[in-house]
Nanobody, 118 residues
Framework: QVQLVESGGGLVQAGGSLRLSCAASGRTFSIYGLGWFRQAPGKERAFVAAITWSDGSTYYADSAKGRFTISRDNAKNTVYLQMNSLKAEDTAVYYC???????????WGQGTQVTVSS
């Protein structure tokens, strides 16, 4: 059992920045990787970025490359998503998710709203 809690969402003007945090608790030792997903109104949930807890390998969606940075602090059991140069199209509910080795994402946070005004 893993619990994930996101924070850091809010309202920001286009071109601005936000830093999202995802705090993990419970059986965190079982986590292999964590990722960020987002879902905009009327659209399907989309992958944004992911990171491996062990070695810090990162992966990004094309929409996030060059603007977003995912990182982790294993000692704090926390994953971050630094979002720069935000655009109106980034407006969505952002979710933190975790998965175990060889498994798909199965643990999800409650989501945090990010609204970018143009």
């Amino acid at each position: 059992q893993v619990q994930l809690v996101e924070s850091g969402g809010g309202l920001v003007q286009a071109g601005g920045s936000l830093r999202l945090s995802c705090a993990a608790s419970g059986r965190t030792f079982s986590i292999y990787g964590l990722g960020w997903f987002r879902q905009a109104p009327g659209k399907e949930r989309a992958f944004v970025a992911a990171i491996t807890w062990s070695d810090g390998s990162t992966y990004y969606a094309d929409s996030a490359k060059g603007r977003f940075t995912i990182s982790r602090d294993n000692a704090k059991n926390t994953v971050y998503l630094q979002m720069n140069s935000l655009k109106a199209e980034d407006t969505a509910v952002y979710y933190c998710a975790a998965h175990r080795t060889g498994r798909s994402y199965e643990y999800w946070g409650q989501g945090t709203q990010v609204t970018v005004s143009s």
